[in-house]
């Protein structure tokens, strides 16, 4: 009698269906990177410029106090004319973006390419991921739904937050795994890869893209972990719940900050200032804490007893100060990649502190807790923090440390904002 009042069941896509959507994911996916490449690639070059050439030609330090103080004040001044001036505004508040991304409309567009490539190469601590998945998903809803009407337009987002994220990550396996936890929460009909097949395709598309054009890589170097212990697992429980605490206290303060500059009623005001912050904060903790991070890791890990416990912690602190203070006040960024650094100083750290904590193993529990307390994306922290080591044999351990941290975050608060302020739970 239950199948009688029970609704029906959409019917699962048939593979004519699946296959007419192969072709539109593949083009998605490499559109999808060719911009993700261009705008980091562009950036590149103004950070070149602006961190070497001019310094050099001024005869001053590349990465003095003053140096720093100039360039990030200076990058609030551009993003928040662009802000202000760019036709679309740079978009909507980025504090209350995550991942996933609204469609935007045509117009915004530029301005928000023109402010993650200024942010990018100006030094705030953000990544480039929200701004450019929203980029993406404009720019597919857009010229999917006027040149293939046919396709449905819930599609196109999908896609684009798909290939952008396989892009990022140069692995069509990040992106798998957050559609996937998105899929989770809804019900669809159908096997899950069926669901998956199209997203996934896109990912893979612009994984590869990326991989043969700019040859990405997330690999530390740090010692392969041959076979974990008693003592590895203990240090992994501990390190990725120290991560998550610490991440939750930036998570807390985020609003709060958000609110303080929100009292600065226009952007000439609140970009400068944040820019302003954040140079005082690179003279405090180095320039090591300035940018979104992935080169840095990579200066950390070739040398990883080049710094003391104390040097490794203060980074951290004054890293996740900076994320909190970039993305309250108006950069456009996403909170992904410093959370990498973060995680990595910290594992770095309980290593200087703990010899007996083996350096990889800290490494990926300090990015599993702190991706788990910023992002609440479980699977791609998992994901993130597995990668950046390249140790089959740490799997088991991290899936272990994610437990007790996720029950340090899980229900709480996370550093994304509604509309009003208030944080999303």
């Known amino acids: 009698m239950a199948s009688d009042t029970a609704p029906p069941r959409a019917s699962a896509p048939s593979a004519r269906a699946l296959s007419a959507s192969l072709l539109p994911a593949l083009v998605v996916g490499v559109v999808a ?17 602006l961190w ?4 050099d030609a001024l005869g001053v330090g ?3 106090v003053l140096w720093m103080l100039v360039m990030l004040t200076a990058t609030g001044v551009a993003v928040g004319l662009v802000v202000w001036k760019v036709p679309g505004h740079a978009g909507p508040d980025p504090a209350t973006l995550g991942l996933d991304a609204p469609v935007l409309p045509p117009t915004v567009l530029p301005g928000l390419l023109l402010a993650v490539a200024l942010m990018l190469a100006g030094g705030p601590s953000l ?11 404009g720019l597919a809803f857009w010229l999917g739904s006027r040149f293939l009407p046919r396709v449905p337009g819930a599609l196109w987002p999908v896609l684009a937050e798909s290939a952008t994220i396989g892009a990022l990550f140069g692995t069509p396996v990040a992106a798998a795994l957050v559609i996937s936890e998105a899929l989770a929460g809804r019900r669809t009909a159908g096997p899950l890869w069926s669901n998956l097949f199209a997203p996934l395709a896109a990912a893979a598309a612009g994984a590869l893209t990326t991989s043969l054009v700019a040859h990405p ?31 939750m206290l930036g998570v807390a303060a985020f609003p709060y900050a958000h609110a303080l500059f929100r009292r600065l009623p226009h952007p000439m005001l609140a970009l400068p200032a944040g820019g302003l912050v954040l140079g005082l904060l690179a003279a405090l903790g180095g320039h090591l804490t300035l940018f979104k991070g992935l080169s840095e890791i990579g200066t950390l890990a070739r040398d990883p007893d080049g710094w003391t416990f104390g040097q490794f912690l203060t980074m951290a602190v004054v890293k996740l100060a900076a994320l909190v203070v970039a993305a309250s006040c108006g950069f456009r960024g ?24 083996d350096l990889s193993v800290g490494v990926a529990a300090g990015v599993l807790g702190m ?7 479980g699977w791609v922290s998992l994901f993130t923090a597995a990668v950046l080591v390249d140790s089959p044999a740490i799997l088991a351990l991290l899936c272990f440390a994610s437990l007790p941290a996720w029950l340090l975050v899980t229900g709480r608060p996370q550093m994304q ?9």
Not at 334 to 350: D, K
Not at 371 to 377: E, K, N, P, S
């Open 52 to 55: 070497k050439n001019l310094p």
């Open 371 to 377: 991706l788990l307390a910023v992002t609440r994306q």
């Open 334 to 357: 996403g909170r992904i990649f410093p959370s990498v650094f973060i995680g990595v100083a910290l594992g770095m750290a309980a290593h200087a502190l703990v010899p007996g904590v």
């Open 217 to 247: 890589t997330f690999d530390l170097g740090l010692p392969g972990l041959a076979r974990p212990g008693w003592a590895d697992l203990l240090s992994a429980l501990v390190v990725a719940s120290l991560a998550a605490l610490l991440g």
């Open 417 to 425: 904002l509604h509309d009003d302020g208030s944080p999303v739970t």
């Open 127 to 137: 990544g480039p991921e929200n701004p450019i998945i929203a980029v993406n998903v």
């Open 33 to 49: 990177s060719l911009l993700f490449v261009g705008v980091s690639e562009a950036a590149e070059l103004l950070q070149g410029v």
């Open 62 to 64: 590349r990465y003095s």
